[in-house]
């Protein structure tokens, strides 16, 4: 099992409810393994502005096994995704990308592109789930 995991975040939570809802999660992995969440700061939601914050990216996910959520991504059985988690090792990245989506560098540098199913979820939702999974 992964010896910690640490979730990449675009900006802060907008929603308190959806903020409590993570935090209440992130409680519960404690229990398990180490964690740590990392809110990159975004001055403009935009793909182009993505690309000036690169470098400081890819110096958060370097040295880890990245799992990135993307609609490219893979639809694992509960049974395939709980194989990947137990038989990890190391850090573990999570990142969920903005409102816009993922930049494309990380889902080029991902590991492991999982999918939530090819419904659009807001991205705040999908912070969530990745700390339910």
């Known amino acids: 099992m992964f010896t910690k995991i640490v979730f990449l975040h675009f900006g802060k939570f907008r929603s308190k409810e959806y903020s409590s809802i993570f935090e209440d999660y992130l409680d519960r992995i404690k229990h398990y393994t180490k964690v740590e969440l990392k809110e990159m700061k975004v001055e403009r939601d935009e793909p182009e502005f ?19 959520f ?8 509960s049974v395939e995704f709980s194989n990947f988690i137990e038989n990890g090792s190391g850090v573990l990245s999570v990142v969920v990308g903005s409102s816009w989506g993922l930049p494309d560098f990380v889902e080029t540098k991902a590991n492991y592109l999982l999918s939530v199913g090819r419904l659009t979820l807001p991205h705040e939702a999908v912070r969530v789930l990745s700390a339910i999974l």
């Open 70 to 77: 993307s609609e490219r991504g893979k639809l694992p059985s």
């Open 50 to 68: 993505f690309n000036k914050i690169k470098d400081k990216i890819i110096i958060a996910l370097k040295g880890t096994t990245v799992l990135a």
